[in-house]
């Protein structure tokens, strides 16, 4: 079975950049048909879809991070990354990888979330 693992930093100070990788294995981030995506969750609040990454490489943003966010992938290690610029303290949240089909409309399957904390 296809696994994902986000690992990373607990905790970010303000201002820096928060930088999350998620690990697949059981199965290739070029699979066909599949997008790859970052999901993030803030405590007391729902979950909110980052952006993701295609089997191809097309990669799309949530419009509203997309000025913060860079999502880009490692083949050779079968890992993509999430970068979160100039965080604050509301960009505190569970993150998750999710996989999913390209056309969408399934639950996907998902890794167990990193706490991420935006704290001096």
């Known amino acids: 079975q296809v696994q994902l693992q986000e690992s990373g930093p607990g905790l970010v100070k303000p201002s820096q950049t928060l930088s999350l990788t998620c690990t697949v294995s059981?199965?290739?981030?070029?699979?066909?048909?599949?997008?790859w995506s970052w999901i993030r969750q803030p405590p007391g609040k729902g979950l909110e879809w980052m952006g993701a990454?295609?089997?191809?490489?097309?990669?799309y943003y949530n419009a509203s991070l997309k000025s913060r966010t860079t999502i880009s992938r490692d083949t050779s290690k079968n890992q993509f990354t999430l970068q979160l610029s100039s965080v604050t303290p509301e960009d505190t949240a569970v993150y998750y990888c999710?996989?999913?089909?390209?056309?969408?409309?399934?639950?996907?399957?998902w890794g167990q979330g990193t706490q991420v904390t935006v704290s001096s």
């Open positions: 999710n996989r999913d089909w390209v056309i969408g409309g399934t639950f996907g399957v």
């Open positions: 059981g199965g290739s981030i070029t699979t066909n048909y599949y997008a």
């Open positions: 990454i295609t089997d191809g490489g097309n990669i």
